[in-house]
């Protein structure tokens, strides 16, 4: 079992930066894959970007792949999505997710068993 926790969201301008974190603990904690996933009101949860934890290859949207990063700190069992020159439309509610499985496909929800709260990001034009 994964328990993982959201932090750093919050309220900015377009163009503005802002990074947040994923914190995961548990007593088998093993992660193959992380990801960050968003939904705004009305709109299906999305894919945004994912991490193979251990050696480090990295998964992004379209829309993201030249603004944000996603990386981690093993030490730490943290993860961070960096998000730079935000728009309005980046605005919604960040979920991190985690699976143990190496078969999963990095940007389906499905693949992800355990699930953040999630934070919320406000980008105001």
């Known amino acids: 079992q994964i328990q993982l926790v959201e932090s750093g969201g919050g309220l900015v301008q377009a163009g503005d930066s802002l990074r947040v974190s994923c914190v995961a603990s548990g007593r088998s904690l093993f992660i193959y894959y992380m990801a960050w996933f968003r939904q705004a009101p009305g709109m299906e949860r999305e894919f945004v970007a994912g991490?193979?934890?251990?050696?480090?290859?990295?998964y992004y949207a379209d829309s993201v792949e030249d603004r944000f990063t996603i990386s981690r700190d093993n030490a730490k069992n943290t993860g961070y999505l960096q998000m730079n020159r935000l728009k309005p439309e980046d605005t919604a509610v960040y979920y991190c997710?985690?699976?143990?499985?190496?078969?999963?496909?990095?940007?389906?929800?499905?693949?992800?068993?355990?699930w953040g709260q999630g934070t919320q990001v406000t980008v105001s034009s």
């Open positions: 997710a985690a699976s143990s499985d190496l078969r999963s496909n990095v940007r389906r929800s499905g693949s992800y068993a355990y």
């Open positions: 991490i193979r934890w251990n050696v480090g290859a990295t």
